[in-house]
């Protein structure tokens, strides 16, 4: 990913909810529109975002919990989306920003998808790319083999990893798991330091005796504000599996496939996901 120039010098902003306290960047003007990084991102992921939507909304980037710089180090044992939808609720009321236009990827949409679900009132639109629904990934012909294996592979020697106080390894591991073998051997060393600086939001999750907590089919079917669902053309098995299942819940969102991308497809992709972005963000809201 090639940071935009003059972005990452934009003056952080600080909130407090709580105990927490929550670092963001904002600029543009209109409508409120909120971009939630994965797990791993922190408020820099969406630097080749950023020259693209902020003529045309008020553009929030934030740092999700236990994401730098935060500083927020107070375990929480079923840490997932849920409580990471309910830190987005609270600050989307203090920034007066609801209802917002959500755009997330990975873990982050999955965040914004459970804030939706909960408060429908505080979102205007959704944009997700690829939240890891690995607990329905069993649902589409061939997943329940492929979560087998995420599950054996990824997901099970990383959380011991992380157990045994070994964070690097459980950031290697989650990192080729979640982007692919391939795509972890040509990453580049400064990114892979970028995703140790937020080894404390993986080991968090990976921790959590909820990591992937499931929907409610119910209200995903009854949710009717514009909606995408993004996939890259080239995202690892389970992301595939995991995206497929989303869309047969979700019938009444729109769904694209990225050309050129994997799993991070804002970063694989960013001028083909901008495009697609603005262009269904035109044509479903006045």
Request: charged share 15%.
């Amino acid at each position: 990913m090639t940071a935009v120039a003059g972005f990452e010098s934009l003056p952080l902003q600080r909130t407090a909810v709580g105990e927490l306290v929550f670092h963001h960047v904002s600029e543009g003007e209109g409508a409120p529109l909120v971009f939630v990084h994965g797990v791993l991102g922190d408020w820099r992921s969406w630097s080749p975002q950023w020259p693209a939507f902020t003529p045309h909304f008020r553009c929030i980037s934030y740092s999700r919990r236990y994401s730098v710089p935060n500083g927020n180090t107070a375990p929480s044992p079923a840490h997932s989306a849920r409580i990471e939808a309910q830190d987005l609720q609270a600050l989307l009321q203090a920034w007066g920003a609801a209802p917002a236009i959500l755009v997330g990827s990975s873990y982050g949409a999955y965040t914004a998808l459970m804030l939706a679900l909960a408060q429908p009132a505080l979102v205007r639109a959704l944009v997700l790319a690829e939240p890891p629904l690995v607990c329905w990934a069993h649902q589409v012909p061939g997943g329940a083999e492929v979560r087998a294996t995420f599950e054996r592979e990824v997901t099970g020697p990383a959380r011991q990893a992380f157990a045994a106080g070994d964070d690097v390894r459980g950031v290697q591991l989650m990192t080729g798991g979640i982007v692919g073998g391939a795509a972890l051997a040509q990453m580049p060393p400064q990114a892979l330091a970028r995703r140790m600086e937020n080894a404390l939001s993986m080991k968090r999750l990976s921790l959590s005796s909820e990591e992937f907590p499931a929907p409610d089919p119910v209200q995903l079917r009854a949710f009717h504000k514009p909606t995408l669902l993004l996939a890259g053309v080239h995202t690892p098995a389970i992301h595939d599996s995991c995206f497929h299942a989303l869309c047969a819940a979700m019938p009444q969102a729109e769904q694209q496939r990225i050309p050129d991308a994997g799993h991070g497809v804002a970063r694989d992709n960013p001028a083909v996901f901008n495009h697609r972005v603005l262009d269904f963000l035109q044509r479903r809201l006045p």
